[in-house]
């Protein structure tokens, strides 16, 4: 049975700082391709950032210089790292693990964790 399990999230104030974790069970946690995204009220869910099972890294353009996307494959976690959160950064945060089985994707989803930002 697969579970990614977020944590991490959190009440904090503009300009503050988060770390978000997922960890991942029931899967070779090195194959997957992680991301996280995110949703806020009234939007659609969106990309946060990837991290390739290479560890090669990509980011949306709003969150680029500001949040770090990392993994530990020896601990099967997959960490976001927030700075100079602002307002527009509050939505529930969910943790993603996607892998191309035969040429169709296979992607799993945490519970999700909310972040509200104040300003």
């Known amino acids: 049975q697969v579970q990614l399990v977020e944590s991490g999230g959190g009440l904090v104030q503009s300009g503050g700082s988060l770390r978000l974790s997922c960890a991942a069970s029931g899967v070779i946690f090195s194959f997957y391709r992680m991301g996280w995204y995110r949703q806020a009220p009234g939007k659609q869910r969106e990309l946060v950032a990837g991290i390739t099972s290479g560890g090669t890294t990509n980011y949306a353009d709003a969150v680029k210089g500001r949040f770090t996307i990392s993994r530990d494959n020896a601990k099967n976690t997959v960490y976001l790292q927030m700075n100079s959160l602002n307002a527009e950064d509050t939505a529930v945060y969910y943790c993603?693990?996607?892998?191309?089985?035969?040429?169709?994707?296979?992607?799993?989803w945490g519970q999700g964790t909310q972040v509200t930002v104040s300003s």
């Open positions: 993603n693990a996607a892998r191309l089985v035969l040429g169709n994707w296979r992607d799993y």
